[in-house]
């Protein structure tokens, strides 16, 4: 801690002044009593305020002992969100996040010790900070619904990105249902009757959200509809099973899978849309991708990271009642492109 006049304030300067023992300061800092000793709240308020009147950047700890907030909000992140493949998911949510943080005063810390399982952070560690922060942001596709649910009885206050299932969480989320019942309704209109949909893992919520959508509008409309894992399968298997199938469209949930998948169509001299459509269930934020102007749709991700914060700094300052949407889900825009025609009377086989 550092006084007012630029000198460094000590347990023992806190006591000296406060009248108490240094013991005494130690547990009123750590927030706890030893061998059943109960600190009088006079002796602990008076504690208190000597180390509020000294301090000229407190300690996050004591800060938040006063009563008062630290201005800062974390951001942690399941995977790692840069340099890598994963940029094109989390650029534009952390551009959003620091723009809205820059607005409303707030300066984000970011929570980058948690160790890695199974290729994912976890929240609850022995060396975990995140009690810095006055409160979180958390990203990532797939998180722990247990370590959600442990932190929400914790009493920390955070808002996730991306809906989430589990009870009582604040979060700021995409809609995916809405605009991929679009597109697969455009399918439908354009007289597709086979399809092929290449999607990831369903554990994520935004995945179950697509694969629901798209197959309770494909079976309300009779079409046949296969579909396989492209993280288990790998995609040169799954393009495999498109040719063996006869689809006449292929779904595609991640717009990197899209542009590979659509390099072994040009490969193999499948033209698209003409042999074979392609739709993609979202969109590629990075520019440098293949070049193709896929039919898709774009989430407003910069948004979600601003609004997010948004959130958390109202809940935060205590908004409650109806004024206060804690579970918000943004529309996306549907996106023509040049990739969505009618079938084709030829095989590609």
């Known amino acids: 801690m550092t006084s007012s006049q630029g000198g460094r304030v000590t347990q023992r300067k806190i006591a000296e002044l ?3 023992s240094q013991a005494t300061v130690s547990l009123v800092l750590n927030g706890r009593t030893d061998n059943g000793v109960r600190i009088p709240e006079e002796t602990r308020k008076r504690v208190l305020d000597v180390i509020k009147a000294t301090t000229y950047v407190a300690d996050p700890v004591a ?3 006063v009563g008062g907030m630290n201005n800062l909000v974390g951001v942690f992140t399941y995977e790692h969100a840069f340099p ?3 940029s094109d998911f989390y650029t534009p949510l952390l551009t959003g996040v620091e723009s ?22 976890r929240i609850f560690h022995e060396n975990s900070r995140l009690r810095l922060a006055d409160g979180c942001i958390l990203l990532g596709r797939k998180m722990d619904n247990g370590e959600l649910a442990k932190l929400r009885d914790s009493g920390y206050k955070f808002v996730a990105i991306g809906r ?3 009870e009582g969480i604040a979060y700021v989320g995409v809609d995916y249902g809405t605009p991929t019942r679009e597109l697969a309704r455009q399918a439908i209109e354009a007289g597709h009757s086979a399809a092929f949909y290449a999607r990831l893992s369903l554990a994520g919520e935004s995945s179950r959200d697509r694969h629901d959508a798209l197959t ?21 298997e799954v393009w495999r099973r498109v040719r063996a199938g006869g689809a006449t469209i292929l779904f595609v949930e991640d717009p990197k899978d899209a542009e590979e998948l ?7 001299g499948v033209a698209v849309p003409d042999d074979l459509s392609f739709v993609v269930l979202g969109e590629r934020d990075r520019k440098g991708g293949c070049g193709v102007d896929f039919t898709c749709f774009s989430a407003p991700r910069t948004e979600l990271g601003a609004r997010a914060v ?11 009642g109806p004024t206060l949407s804690t579970r918000q889900l943004l529309e996306c825009t549907v996106l023509p492109g040049r990739t969505l025609g009618v079938p084709s009377v030829r095989s590609y086989r």
């Open 18 to 20: 406060a009248g108490v």
């Open 63 to 65: 800060r938040s002992l």
């Open 84 to 86: 890598n493949e994963t």
């Open 100 to 121: 809205a943080a820059e607005a409303l005063g707030l300066d984000l810390l970011m929570f980058t010790s948690a160790p890695l399982v199974d290729g994912r952070r």
């Open 164 to 166: 989430r299932d589990v």
């Open 216 to 236: 309770d509008e494909l079976a309300a409309a009779g079409i046949a509809l296969t579909q396989a894992e492209t993280t288990a399968v790998g995609l040169a």
């Open 262 to 268: 659509y390099a072994l169509a040009a490969a193999d």
């Open 310 to 320: 948004a959130l958390l700094d109202q809940i935060l300052k205590g908004v409650q």
